[in-house]
Structures are given as structure tokens and as C-alpha cells.
């Protein structure tokens, strides 16, 4: 069973940053593409970005408009998030989430995924509070 943990998450002022950490376990695949999702208040969960942990390959949703950046450390087998410049409608809860194929995970972030596949894992998510 595929684990996931997020950390990192907290509270900061508009325009500061954070970095998200997601860590993974359990995985019975040589790979496990990473993506990260967020939830505001009041709202349906939407895809920010994923990362195809075998070669680097990064897809983005409009909705990281060049502020977020995802990236891998191979020897931490972790995956971040990098957020820049935020916003308050930037908090809400973040969550990671995992899969051994790539194709699946990328739908799930751009929000085409119309079959109902469910990825192999997700995380509890981390709060990510932005003050005005």
C-alpha cells in the first residue's frame, strides 16, 4: 500500500513562500509520480502540478501560473513544492498524491480525468494558511 506524508504547510503573510515536502512509501513500482493537488475552503479540489520522477518531466495546471515549482531530490526520495509570491486564495489544504503510471496522474492534475481512475495513493494533506 502506498504511503504518502505532505509537511510543511503553515501560516504566512501574502507574498512569502513555503516549501511543501511529500514523501512516499510502500510503493511497489520501480516509479512513483508525484503530483500535488490543493482544496480551499468551499471548494473542489484542483491539480497544481506533477512530476514524472523517472526523467524529470514536470506538468503544470494553469492554476500554478509560474509561481509554484515542483521538484525531485533522488537521494531524499522526495518531492516538493515550492510556492512563491502567495496569495490568500492560495490557502486550503495541500495534498500529494501518487501513481505508478504517468499518463493517469497528469489527467488527474489538468482535471481530465473522466474514467473515475483513482491514483495509487494520497497523502493527509498539509494547511496552508495566507494572511492579508
Known amino acids: 500500500e502506498v504511503q504518502l506524508v505532505e509537511s510543511g504547510g503553515g501560516l504566512v503573510q501574502a507574498g512569502g513562500s513555503l516549501r511543501l515536502s511529500c514523501t512516499a512509501s510502500?510503493?511497489?513500482?520501480?516509479?512513483?509520480?508525484i503530483g500535488w493537488f490543493r482544496q480551499a475552503p468551499g471548494k473542489e479540489r484542483e491539480g497544481l502540478s506533477c512530476?514524472?520522477?523517472?526523467?524529470?518531466?514536470?506538468v503544470n495546471a494553469d492554476a500554478v501560473k509560474g509561481r509554484f515549482t515542483i521538484s525531485r531530490d533522488k537521494v531524499e526520495d522526495t518531492v516538493y513544492l515550492q510556492m512563491d509570491n502567495l496569495q490568500p486564495e492560495d490557502t486550503g489544504v495541500y495534498y500529494c498524491?501518487?501513481?505508478?503510471?504517468?499518463?493517469?496522474?497528469?489527467?488527474?492534475?489538468?482535471?481530465?480525468?473522466?474514467?473515475?481512475?483513482?491514483?495509487?495513493?494520497w497523502g493527509q494533506g498539509t494547511q496552508v494558511t495566507v494572511s492579508s
Open positions: 512530476i514524472n520522477v523517472e526523467d524529470g518531466r514536470v
Open positions: 498524491a501518487a501513481d505508478g503510471a504517468w499518463a493517469p496522474l497528469v489527467h488527474e492534475v489538468l482535471g481530465e480525468n473522466h474514467s473515475g481512475y483513482k491514483l495509487d495513493g
Open positions: 510502500g510503493s511497489p513500482y520501480d516509479y512513483l509520480h
